[in-house]
Structures are given as C-alpha cells and as structure tokens.
C-alpha cells in the first residue's frame, strides 16, 4: 500500500520533490484568496509551514478522502490552529470536500472559520485554536490507536510560541512514558509569535535538548527545504517500533515566499489589499518557477 492514495510513492523521487514544491505554492496562493474573502488572517504562519503541509499531506500520510473516518488514517492535529486557512484547500484539493465550499470561508454560518472545527470539516482530526492541547489530543489518539490494535501514525503540528505552555511538556512527558512511538511532533520553528519574537517573550532554547531529555529522539530540519522534510517525515513514519516519539524541530521563516512579511513581524494578523495580493502571489509563484523552496 502506498502511504496514501495521493501520494506519489514509487516515481521517480524528483518529480515528488517537485510535485511537493507545487503543492507549497498553492498552499499559499489559496492562502492568500481565501484572506481576501474574510478580510483578515493568517498569511505568515501558513507560510512558515507550507512545505511541511504539503509533505504530510501529499506524501507522507495515510489518507482516505472517500473514507473521512477509516479509522486506519493517519491523524493529525495542529496546535496552531490559526493556519487552518492553509490546510483547507489541501483538503479540498484532495477530495474531501469541493473546492467551491471554500468560497464561503469566514463567513456566517460557514463551516470554515479561523479555526478548524472536527465536527463540520471532513478531514479535520481536531479543533484547535486554543494553543497547548495538540499534542496531548494526540497523545490520545495513539493511545486509543494502540488499545485497538491499530497502527497509524499521528503527527503533530507545533507553533514554537506553543512550547511556553506548560501542558505541552506534561504531554510530552507522557508520550515517553508511555513509548508512543507513533506520535510525530512537528516543531515550527519560525521565531515569532503573536507579541513579537519568541526568545523575547519567554526564552525556549535549548529546545533540541529539551526534547531530549524529555525521552524524545530529536531530528532538526531546514523545514523549507521540501526533499530534506520528506526524508525527515518518512523515516519518522517508518522506522522499527523502539518506544521513543519523534520531535521534529523545522526551522522556517514566518512568512516564507514574501519577502517584506518575512521580515516584519507584524504580520502575524493582517490584510492584503487587493493590488498587495496580487503582488504577493506574483512573488510567490515566480519563486517557485526558479525551482526554490520558497
């Protein structure tokens, strides 16, 4: 069996890497349509995390968009739920749903909100939007995985900012304890957060380390880099059962693809005008056409 019915196991591994590159930018450019339909969003932090999107969903996960609950899916669940923006046209694009329901994001009574909702959005595996409970959520998920003899994997998505909270080292604790080996946390490490820069608010590193020493096997990654993360996630998913969880900790930019978003903070919350947006697809779609991880 393939990892997933859309993935592209068994081509040849640049046109995945390609395909995988793709995919990235249309995260963002629907990114950026979307926003433009509710008027405010979340551009950067979808930014930072496009190529691992992409990598999970297209290639590395077990997904049945025909089967929305086979309970033999991978699961995921993203602590920073305010990138939902950026998971939704993936989904869409996978069949879960049409691509013409997304119209409707933001709006009254539309099941696509700021915030993913498990109850409204097939594909959706949890309803975040309150930072610090993905990975316990998780942690649960596999432990119910393994109480029914299944094996999926369960990935999961982490703002750096998230790792203030204590829950998320409680979990991780846990997670150890309990030689939940099926359980991948995702570290985006983009340096910012909703008040500024993280190690300014509270100071995380040596992050690397405290994984560690929380019982995790650590693997740091350039998480732009769309070959290096899949080898990354397909080795995490892969490899011989030995009881340790993996943390992935994926360095990106928050903003990737514009460039003057990566170099303010300030856009963690915000608009493009209609001439902005147009703009910044530009940018983000001549980038990719230099074959770049943008």
């Known amino acids: 069996m393939n990892d997933t019915p859309h993935g592209?196991?068994?081509?040849d591994p640049a046109e995945v890497v390609a395909r995988?590159?793709?995919?990235?930018?249309?995260?963002?450019?629907?990114?950026?349509?979307?926003?433009?339909?509710?008027?405010v969003g979340h551009y950067s932090s979808v930014f930072s995390a496009a190529e691992i999107l992409a990598t999970l969903y297209y290639d590395v996960m077990h997904l049945t968009p025909e089967r929305p609950?086979?309970?033999?899916?991978?699961?995921?669940?993203?602590?920073?739920?305010?990138a939902a923006v950026g998971m939704y046209p993936i989904l869409a694009d996978l069949g879960y749903y049409p691509m013409s329901a997304l119209d409707t994001y933001a709006h009254l009574g539309s099941a696509f909100g700021d915030h993913p909702d498990m109850t409204k959005i097939p594909g959706i595996?949890?309803?975040?939007?309150?930072?610090?409970?993905?990975?316990?959520?998780?942690?649960?998920?596999?432990?119910?995985g393994r109480m029914e003899g299944r094996d999926f994997s369960v990935f999961v998505m982490l703002g750096d900012g998230e790792m203030q909270e204590g829950q998320v080292w409680e979990a991780a604790m846990s997670a150890a304890h309990h030689k939940l080996d099926r359980v991948v946390a995702i570290v985006d490490r983009n340096g910012f957060q909703l008040d500024?820069?993280?190690?300014?608010?509270?100071?995380?590193?040596?992050?690397?380390?405290?994984?560690?020493?929380?019982?995790?096997?650590?693997?740091?990654?350039d998480g732009h880099d769309v070959e290096a993360v899949r080898t990354v996630l397909?080795?995490?998913?892969?490899?011989?059962?030995?009881?340790?969880?993996?943390?992935?900790?994926a360095r990106t930019s928050k903003g990737k693809g514009v460039a003057y978003m990566e170099e303010e903070p300030g856009w963690h919350l915000g608009y493009l005008a209609p001439q902005d947006a147009e703009r910044a697809v530009a940018e983000i779609r001549n980038t990719k056409t230099k074959g770049a991880d943008v």
């Open 8 to 11: 592209d196991a068994g081509t």
């Open 20 to 39: 995988l590159r793709d995919r990235a930018t249309f995260i963002r450019t629907e990114t950026v349509r979307l926003i433009e339909i509710a008027k």
């Open 69 to 82: 609950d086979d309970p033999d899916r991978d699961r995921f669940t993203i602590g920073k739920g305010h």
């Open 125 to 144: 595996d949890f309803s975040s939007g309150s930072i610090g409970h993905a990975l316990s959520n998780g942690i649960g998920m596999a432990l119910a």
């Open 196 to 221: 500024g820069e993280v190690d300014d608010i509270i100071g995380i590193e040596p992050i690397a380390e405290k994984w560690r020493a929380f019982g995790w096997r650590v693997v740091e990654v």
């Open 234 to 249: 397909r080795e995490a998913k892969h490899r011989e059962p030995d009881g340790v969880p993996t943390c992935v900790i």
